[in-house]
């Protein structure tokens, strides 16, 4: 039989310790306990983030797919009646047709799935992820520079890097610190859905990487002169990276391209 420490690698397990961290991110996911939110936790392992979540939610679906963690977290919560403890992937789950948030200390290596998930939840509000450092800061725009993901959803989901947690701070440690990524569903999207197509292409276009430049680029399906005022528009550099534009000034650059 694998040790515990064998098996929560093989899961891409690293336990949250950090009390400080737990709490942090239990307030991000709902900040009024006057308006407790639905929470659906992602891996809710030992139970470190569960129990504050517990205490600020109105209803909590802590998703566990490790079998052996699930009697566990059940008989703790198991005087709790707001806390569901369901055993199974959490990529599986159903999205809730009601308002709901997300929290959870997210195992790395299926990060990027479960980003996937919530951007693909209609009725997601906001989702409160522990990720890797460097995945949140890449798609928080962090380093300076933004990436397709982070600027073609940009409309309707705002990206921010809401802290830090060391590595010290998980059960077993692992390689890298860790971030706490917020993606916000917003109320009012910034572009109507009529106009989300053209903004899609647009953006897949600029980082399509044709021509050298986001400048060449683009002037495979406008002419040049609208290139150039849009740029001038967006108070771009006609020889700028794709990754260095931010999000507002891509919004400028579809204003000025989709008239």
């Not at 659906?40 to 963690?69: F, K």
């Not at 522990?130 to 990206?159: C, M, S």
């Not at 406008?222 to 150039?228: A, F, I, K, L, T």
Request: hydrophobic share 40%; with cysteine.
């Amino acid at each position: 039989m694998a040790r515990p420490t064998q098996r929560a690698r093989t899961l891409s397990q690293n336990f949250l310790a950090d009390r400080a961290a737990a709490g942090h991110v239990a307030r991000l996911t709902a900040p009024d306990p006057r308006h407790p939110p639905l929470v659906l936790e992602v891996g809710a392992g030992q139970g470190a983030l569960t129990e504050p979540l517990a205490r600020r939610s109105r209803e909590l679906h802590a998703y566990e797919i490790d079998s052996r963690l699930v009697p566990g977290l059940r008989t703790r919560f198991a005087t709790t009646p707001h806390v569901r403890v369901v055993e199974g992937d959490f990529l599986a789950a159903r999205p809730p047709k009601r308002p709901f948030s997300v929290a959870g200390n997210v195992p790395f290596s299926r990060t990027a799935d479960i980003v996937d998930w919530c951007l693909g939840a209609p009725a997601l509000t906001d989702a409160t992820l522990i990720t890797q450092l460097e995945y949140a800061r890449k798609r928080t725009g962090d380093f300076g520079r933004w990436t397709l993901l982070t600027v073609r959803t940009w409309p309707r989901h705002e990206w921010r890097l809401a802290g830090r947690v060391s590595r010290y701070g998980f059960r077993p440690a692992p390689r890298v610190d860790a971030g706490v990524l917020r993606i916000e569903h917003r109320p009012v999207p910034l572009l109507p859905g009529a106009a989300l197509p053209g903004w899609w292409d647009l953006v897949e276009l600029g980082f399509s990487g044709v021509g050298g430049s986001l400048h060449a680029s683009l002037r495979r399906a406008h002419p040049r002169r609208r290139v150039d005022a849009a740029f001038r528009a967006a108070r771009l550099d006609p020889g700028v990276l794709v990754g260095e534009v931010a999000p507002a000034r891509w919004l400028r650059l579809h204003e000025e391209l989709t008239v």
